[in-house]
């Protein structure tokens, strides 16, 4: 079957942007690098390497602590990435900005300081059934710790979440409801700003995971209202081991502190410690700095192109792959949402995910298999794994050709 292809409507300028990508020229077994595996992370543009290099070469110091010439120029810088970060997913306010280790870190984050405090025996917390571990597991650890109750919204068989049951599970016991923009494991884009409208009509806090939001979409918190979004710098071109709360001010002012340490006291006794004003309150030890400068360095990069171009570019790349998967004999793809990002997970008949994965990855073509730390989706959709290619702002319609041409493969390989 031949699928009818999308015509190409963007205007990108996709080889000047791979340019900008050093490790895409790099060969894999020869081969050259296809990298479709950007929903776990993504590549880094020269801008931000050479950041790193230069946060280290010439301001590497310790900050808010010296008062020394470095530490006032890695602090100057700091506290700059901070604003970046505020204009780029237009915050109120830079003490709305909470630098953690990634999305993970965000999410425990809010369950320990703001869920100890407000989630009490019989309580409620809402999530759906599309969430990754990260989105689960600490509303568990919450839930088991306080006797409360997680209640999942379920899905359809397209991976949307039905909206409808979504609102039945609302209720005056609900204290807090979390869910992903995108799913990394299906693509689905949530229509979050009105789940976030229904969960607040509720009177429930609302936690948006963003950590496949930020990559694909034009994000702005206080249009979506949201009280907490969490991400991570990875996935957004950014380095690793550092992301983003955002919180509403008023929220983060009524939580206690999350860790005890350094940065995040104004002052200590042994008889009593004050904490620190936000968003130094919740920032204890001494930061990841260059990841902070690295980050910020990622978000001018793609602020520089623009989201709405990304997704554009990506969208195209999504349909245009859809269609051509859809050629492939024994492939079935999970998750078929109306609204979704540019993530593919997929099944082909006969042939184990991690089978898959191993072929491709001797034609330099890098996926992810496996359940994506989405485990009870997997059995949602009844399968114990799947194959998944997630397109970034580099990717090309050759490259998702080269997937094409190497599940061919791998269908000659296993059924001859
Ligand atoms: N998903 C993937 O391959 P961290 O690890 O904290 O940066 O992000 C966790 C996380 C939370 N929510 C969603 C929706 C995510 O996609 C992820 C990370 C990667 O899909 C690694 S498991």
């Given at each position: 079957m031949t699928a009818v292809l999308p015509e190409?409507?963007?205007?990108?300028?996709?080889?000047?942007?791979?340019?900008?990508?050093?490790?895409?020229?790099?060969?894999?077994?020869?081969?050259?690098l296809v990298y479709l595996d950007n929903a776990a992370t993504t590549q880094k543009p020269q801008a931000v390497i050479d950041r790193l290099v230069r946060y280290y070469s010439e301001e590497n110091s310790n900050v808010h602590r010296g008062v020394h010439y470095l530490s006032e120029v890695a602090t100057a810088a700091y506290e700059s990435a901070r604003t970046t970060v505020?204009?780029?997913?237009?915050?109120?306010?830079?003490k709305e900005i909470v630098f953690t280790r990634g999305t993970t870190e965000g999410i425990n984050l809010v369950m320990s300081s703001w869920g100890r405090r407000n989630v009490a025996a019989g309580d409620e917390i809402l999530i759906t059934a599309i969430e990754h571990h990260s989105n689960i597991v600490p509303w568990q650890l919450l839930c088991e710790e306080k006797n409360a109750k997680l209640r999942i919204a379920p899905v359809n068989d397209a991976g949307d979440v039905i909206v409808d049951e979504f609102a039945k599970l609302l209720t005056r016991r609900t204290k807090i409801v979390a869910f992903g923009h995108a799913s990394n494991a299906l693509g689905t884009i949530n229509p979050?700003?009105?789940?976030?409208?229904?969960?607040h009509a509720n009177g429930s806090v609302v936690l948006v995971d963003g950590a496949q939001g930020v990559p694909h979409l034009d994000v702005d918190v206080q249009d979506l209202d949201c009280d907490f979004y969490a991400f991570s710098g990875h996935k957004v071109y950014g380095p690793t081991g550092i992301g983003v709360l955002y919180g509403k001010q008023a929220l983060l002012e009524a939580m206690p502190p999350y860790q005890g340490g350094g940065d995040m006291i104004l002052s200590v006794s042994f008889e009593k410690t004050t904490y620190n004003a936000l968003p130094y309150k919740f920032e204890a030890g001494t930061p990841d700095i260059s990841?902070?400068?690295?980050?910020?360095?990622?978000?001018?990069?793609?602020?520089?192109?623009?989201?709405?171009k990304i997704a554009a570019h990506e969208h195209d790349l999504l349909l245009y792959a859809t269609a051509r998967l859809k050629e492939i004999p024994g492939l079935r793809i999970i998750g078929t949402a109306a609204e979704k990002a540019s993530v593919i997970s997929f099944t082909l008949e006969g042939v184990h995910p991690h089978d898959i994965g191993t072929i491709l990855d001797q034609e330099g073509i890098a996926v992810r298999t496996g359940h994506h730390c989405a485990q009870p989706l997997m059995m949602r959709f009844n399968v114990p794994a799947t194959g998944r290619a997630s397109f970034g702002l580099y990717n090309t319609r050759e490259e998702a050709d080269a997937l094409i041409a190497g599940l061919t493969k791998v269908i000659e390989i296993f059924h001859g």
């Open positions: 190409r409507r963007t205007e990108y300028d996709v080889e000047r942007i791979r340019r900008d990508f050093p490790i895409l020229h790099r060969t894999i077994r020869g081969k050259p505020k204009k780029f997913v237009n915050a109120r306010d830079e979050v700003k009105k789940m976030i409208a229904m969960a990841g902070v400068i690295g980050l910020a360095a990622a978000l001018d990069y793609v602020g520089s192109i623009g989201l709405r």
